[in-house]
């Protein structure tokens, strides 16, 4: 089944602790995305991948990382999460005919 | 920039009531357009998407034509069932993928 994968789907932390946001997907696609949603304001790309090895922001990059060492996964990483990064993340990958498949979410809280 | 404005929700109505969500669209090019929806606890699906102008995307009984004169996509559906309770976006595809903020749906029996 063809599916984008996320984990922990729901994580509580405290402020200042690394943490990393697995993304995984099985379609063999090229593009990949994280997103943020947060209430009244929709979602916003957080960092895109064209593909292996090559990342770049997107709308609100400020405290995230990412890489793309393969070309399923593409985790984002907080450094050092503070409070104002509590939100809904969602990882999508992108087909040959821009279709986005989102994975089911990860939930962040940070104390 | 390119920018998507929808209605702003929540839109309630009654099983099989018409259902239109308004999306209009600021962009620099010809974008592909789409609406993603939301159901609860889940992430987004495609719903239907139109790639030029005058298309029509379907979908599960949601239809939305693509409309370049008034740079507008809006959702419609003619009888609505409780189980289309979710949050609509519209987004467009110029380069990046742009989201609307999103239009809850709230159908009763």
């Known amino acids: 089944e063809a599916q984008v994968t996320q984990n922990p789907r729901y994580l509580i932390t405290v402020t200042g602790k690394k943490l990393t946001v697995t993304c995984s997907q099985n379609m063999n696609h090229e593009y990949m995305s994280w997103y943020r949603q947060d209430p009244g304001l929709g979602l916003r790309q957080i960092y895109y991948?064209?593909?292996?090895?090559?990342?770049d922001k997107g709308d609100v990059p400020e405290g995230y990382k990412v890489s793309r060492k393969e070309k399923r996964n593409f985790p984002l990483i907080l450094e050092s999460p503070s409070p104002n990064q509590t939100s809904l993340y969602f990882c999508?990958?992108?087909?040959?005919?821009?279709?986005?498949?989102f994975g089911p979410g990860t939930r962040l809280t940070v104390l | 920039g390119n920018s998507v404005t929808q209605m702003e929700g929540p839109v309630t109505l009654s099983e099989e009531a018409f259902l239109t969500i308004n999306c209009t669209y600021t962009?620099?090019?010809?974008?592909?357009l789409f609406w993603y929806v939301q159901y609860p606890g889940e992430g987004l699906q495609l719903l239907l998407k139109a790639t030029k102008a005058d298309d029509k995307g379907s979908n599960k009984g949601f239809e939305a034509t693509y409309r370049k004169e008034t740079t507008s996509f809006h959702l419609e559906k003619g009888s609505v069932q409780v189980s289309d309770s979710a949050v609509y976006f519209c987004a467009l595809l110029y380069s990046t993928l742009t989201f609307g903020k999103g239009t809850m749906l709230l159908v009763s029996p």
């Open positions: 962009a620099t090019g010809y974008p592909s």
């Open positions: 991948s064209m593909n292996v090895e090559v990342t």
């Open positions: 999508a990958s992108t087909s040959d005919t821009d279709t986005q498949y």
